[in-house]
């Protein structure tokens, strides 16, 4: 019996409960957790800022997590179709923010959506800590 194959997205940038909880969700969806983490350039063309940690700093991060089997760098948003294939996922998971949006690769694997964590998201984080953190003397 082949194990089935779950595959998820994300820049998992400032870790965050909203991000393990849909790491757990996609786990569970499956044997084995395949995590494509976007890469630098691709976060800077998509949010117009870099990440806080670099792409190597949250492979480590996320590659490190127990309920992650794999983990690769993101090159592309177009790319979905290639990354589905390579892995040979049979199911791709998303946060529902991207609901609808790969429904177009039904045809190859089960395209799920989860709800987002309310009340949680890396940029409202990282914009609680730039108002907190002091001024630079």
Request: proline share 4%.
């Amino acid at each position: 019996m082949s194990k089935r194959t779950v595959i998820t997205f994300g820049t998992f940038d400032v870790l965050h409960v909203g991000h393990i909880r849909v790491l757990q969700r996609a786990a569970a969806l499956g044997d084995r957790l395949v995590v494509g983490v976007s890469a630098d350039e691709l976060n800077i063309s998509k949010k117009g800022r870099a990440p806080v940690f670099s792409q190597e700093e949250r492979l480590e991060i996320v590659g490190n997590l127990k309920m992650v089997d794999e983990v690769f760098v993101e090159e592309s948003l177009e790319l979905k179709r290639d990354y589905v294939t390579q892995f040979q996922a049979d199911v791709l998971a998303m946060g529902n923010d991207w609901e609808g949006k790969f429904d177009f690769l039904s045809d190859i694997c089960e395209v799920v959506y989860f709800p987002r964590t309310p009340s949680v998201s890396t940029t409202a984080l990282i914009e609680h800590i730039a108002r907190i953190a002091p001024e630079p003397a």
